[in-house]
Nanobody, 118 residues
Framework: QVQLGESGGGEVQAGGARRRACTAA????????MAWYRQGPGKQRELVAS???????SYADFVKGRFTISRDNAKNTVYLQMNSLKPEDTAVYFC????????????WGQGTQVTVSS
């Protein structure tokens, strides 16, 4: 069992920045991936970025060059630094964890709203 606690949501002006954090607690597998997804108005849930325990990283095309994902394995925490924010980035952002060893060992954070105003 893994619990994910999120922080860093809220409102920001277009062109501004915001940092999200997600901390995992519980029975964490050493080999794992953590990720950020988002669900915007009228859009599908989509992957924003992911990072493995050994720092393998993937980004969605729409955030490349603007967002940075990182992690602190000692703290079991993943971060998402969001720069140059646009109104179309407005969404509920969800933290996600999955074991790379145990099938279906997957967990979602509760989700937090990020609103970007023009």
């Amino acid at each position: 069992q893994v619990q994910l606690g999120e922080s860093g949501g809220g409102e920001v002006q277009a062109g501004g920045a915001r940092r999200r954090a997600c901390t995992a607690a519980g029975s964490i597998c050493r080999l794992n991936a953590m990720a950020w997804y988002r669900q915007g108005p009228g859009k599908q849930r989509e992957l924003v970025a992911s990072i493995t325990n050994d720092r393998g990283i993937s980004y969605a095309d729409f955030v490349k060059g603007r967002f940075t994902i990182s992690r602190d394995n000692a703290k079991n925490t993943v971060y998402l630094q969001m720069n140059s924010l646009k109104p179309e980035d407005t969404a509920v952002y969800f933290c996600f964890y999955n074991s790379l060893v145990v099938i279906r060992d997957t967990y979602w954070g509760q989700g937090t709203q990020v609103t970007v105003s023009s």
